[in-house]
């Protein structure tokens, strides 16, 4: 692992989980000496997840512990959150993933064709928390219970492009949206 800045790496159990359901998304970054440069979240989430391989990217430009420091630097600091309308976008295509998602697993569950087989009890394998769609899908995209921001913008983007709204509405909402 190697020096790293960053000593806290805060709460893992989010990207444990997400780690287990999906795997590692990107993968860990190495010097071609074998030190890892970025990544230490990610790696230490997978062991939690039990996971004994993981993907790696050799860089073979970092090379000094200059490029070491900043690229854990870059790594950790320059990320570009969502646009307020950006997520809005995704809890919309989320919202109602999670609640198809919801009724598969309360199909699975609440009925069985053959009387003789076993119980299916719980969620199924792959399947999020149990809960509200619109909170599931929040938490999703912002970390946080926001659905009822997320809402509130959908409906100004819808106000913007409703053609019977009344046009200083419309006008007010595209405003508002830029």
């Known amino acids: 692992v190697g020096a790293r800045l960053r000593q806290d790496l805060g709460d893992l159990d989010e990207l444990v989980e997400s780690i287990r359901r999906l795997g590692i998304l990107e993968p ?3 010097t071609p000496a074998g030190v890892l440069i970025c990544g230490a979240r990610r790696l230490e989430a997978a062991r939690r997840a039990g996971l ?3 993907k790696v990217t050799v860089n073979p430009r970092i090379s000094t512990r200059l490029e070491e420091v900043l690229a854990e630097l870059h790594e950790n600091t320059l990320r570009k959150p969502f646009t307020p309308t950006e997520a809005a976008r995704l809890y919309a295509e989320l919202k109602p993933l999670y609640q198809e998602d919801a009724a598969r697993r309360k199909e699975a569950t609440q ?3 053959d ?3 076993p119980a299916i009890t719980g969620p199924a394998n792959f399947a999020g928390p149990a ?4 909170a599931q899908a929040a938490r999703a995209v912002t970390g946080q219970r926001s659905d009822l921001t997320l809402e509130r913008i ?3 983007q819808r106000l913007a492009q409703d053609p019977s709204a009344p046009p200083e509405v419309r ?3 595209v405003r508002e949206l830029s």
Not at 131 to 134: I, K, L, N, T, V
């Open 28 to 30: 860990l970054v190495i």
């Open 171 to 173: 006008e007010i909402a």
């Open 52 to 54: 004994t391989m993981a």
């Open 131 to 134: 809960g509200d769609a619109r």
């Open 154 to 156: 959908l409906e100004v």
């Open 115 to 117: 009387p003789h087989a």
């Open 111 to 113: 009925f069985r064709s």
